[in-house]
Every structure is written in C-alpha cells, then in structure tokens.
C-alpha cells in the first residue's frame, strides 16, 4: 500500500513557543504556560475583552470559592489539598479579598469585637481555665509589662507637653495657653503647669490609642493563622502530611470565620441601630435554651460565658462538617476535636491577639 504523502495532514499542529522556543501542542505552552499567539490578539477590541474577562472571571471565582466554603465546609479545602485548583481562588487571594470586606463591613456597622479597648488586657488570661492555674504569674507579668508601657508612654506624651508650655513662659513666671488664632488666652501658675499637662495627657492618650487601635485590631488577625495550622498539623499529623496543607485549612476556617463574623454584624447586630432590643435577636432563642435557671451551671461549666458560648455557635458546626470531609474521622471524635478547636481559637483571639494589639499599638504611638 502506497501513501500519498500530501495528502496527510499531520494529526496534531506543532508550534514554537514565542517564549521560551519550546514546541508544543495546544493552545497553551506546556513548558511556560505562554499562550499560542495570533495577530488578532492586537485589536481594540481584544484588549478590553480582556479586561472585562479578566475581573469577570476573577470575580465569579472568588465568589464561587466564598460561598462553597461558607455552605460546604472543608469542601474547598480538600479539592484543594487534592491539587484541584484551577476552578478555586487560591487561599491567599481568599483571605486578603475578605479581609479587605470584612475591614469595610466591621467599620460601618461599628462591631468592635476585634478592636480591644484599653484595658482589656486585664481579661482572658491562661489562667483563667480551670487546667491553668499555675500560668497566673504568666497572666500576670504580661498585663504589668503593658500597663507599664501604657504609664511610660504616658510620661514621654505629659514631658512634651508640659515642654511646650515652657515655650510660653511670662515674665511673672506663669505660661500663658493661646487657643487657635489667638482668639482665646488663659495664665497658669508656675506651680500648675504638672497638673495641667497630666490631665492634657490623659485625654491625648486616650484619644490617640483609639484613633490607631482599630487598624491594628483588624490587620493583625492573620497572625492567627500559622498557630491554628500548627494545631491542625499536630491534630492531624498523618493525613495533612505537610505543614501547607495545614495552612490551606487555616486560612480557609479564618475566611468562614471572617464572612461569617460581617454576616453576625449585618444581621444580627446591625438592627440594634432600628431598636436597641433588635441587637443581638438571632441568639436570644440559643441563650433562652442553653442558658436559663436550670441548666445555665452545666452549659457555664462547658462553653463557659454567654459570650463565649456564642463563638461555640459560630464555629463549631463549620469545624465539625469540614473535619468530617476532609478526615472522615468518627463523629464523637470530630465533636471533641471542632469544640477543642473552638476553645482555643476563642482564646487565642480574645486571650492572645487582643492582648498583642493592644501592645502594638502603645508602641506605635507617636
Ligand atoms: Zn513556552
């Protein structure tokens, strides 16, 4: 049998990738993922196809993975941790997209779970769980060492104060305080101007530690994510492997957690602004039952405070569903372990995070 040579077409076109020379097949360089070119992709009107595609897709993307992750927990994380990614938003690009809403969100509704005031460092030590109790001299050295902060800051702010004073210095040796524009004047006595500089301190304190602490309470949360992942590792050492993975599921629980947090301030605290008896609705029925006469001393020993109990409401179903997908362990132990995640992940926030921010902040304070 004889072939004519022109008449075979090859099966398949081999191109040169305009790249990195590599030949392929396709529409995409397998090598460097270059696209096959054509001269049409230099029109006006590929070039905005382009751009609409490009935040179209984006954006149903990301959509898409929030939702899945909000109503099918664990569900991304696995298709992840099973290299199926293409169709997701990959975790890190999740978490900074919601973080930004959540920063949005949390600000206009004014819920300030997450922005400590000072003063609450004072709360949610170690030693506050029964378990403990030996870490109270711990709990202890650090809400010294940041009361300590908070007076030393206190003292640099009142010696610059009471040095601009002295810039106004009269000859009968009272300081005179000018208002803007001159417009109005006041003497103080030589011997007064401590007092007057305290005072002045505390409430320029006060008001700058306020004016900076909310940045901090809302950026530093991804801190939170290395420690969970390192908890989730040591849960599940033989079925996450890597310390990545880990990460993965970290960042997909705070991505829950923080949709689930502007949703809870949406909903359910928003409506405080109607009528002050409307905040806080959804939860009146779970308080009525877990926390009534009789059974509030068992719930008490087990969830702790009303406040606590509510964190238990929002993540524990979430861990719960998601450690079933991902580890298939059996449900007794999924229910100790998702309750124990939620323990610690409610004191890391309000015990740990809360305790750095306010830290950081007196720190950063100028
Ligand atoms: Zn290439």
Redesign the pocket.
Known sequence: MEYKVSNVKPAVQIHT?R??K?TFTGKI?N??G?KLFNEKQLTAKHFFHQVIDFFWHWENKVLKTIKLNFFKPGFVTKENINGIRVPYANPVQLYLVVSLVFYLVVTKVGVSDYTPSFGDHHYYGLSGYAAFKWARPLDEKVVNAIDSAWTRKGRIMQREIQDELSSNLQADGSFKLTGRNNTDSFYIPGNKTNVYAFRQMMGARWTLFHSTVGTYGKTLIFLLLPVIAALLLLLFFKKLKYYGAALIFSTHFMVYNLCFFMLHALINVAPRYISENLGGWMLKPFLYVFYNDWISPVTNFIFGSEFEFMHFLFWMPWLFVAIKRLFNTPWWKNLLISFFLSKVFYFLIYGVLKKIVIAVTIWSMH
């Open positions: 990738c790249n990195c590599h360089c090598h460097c270059e």
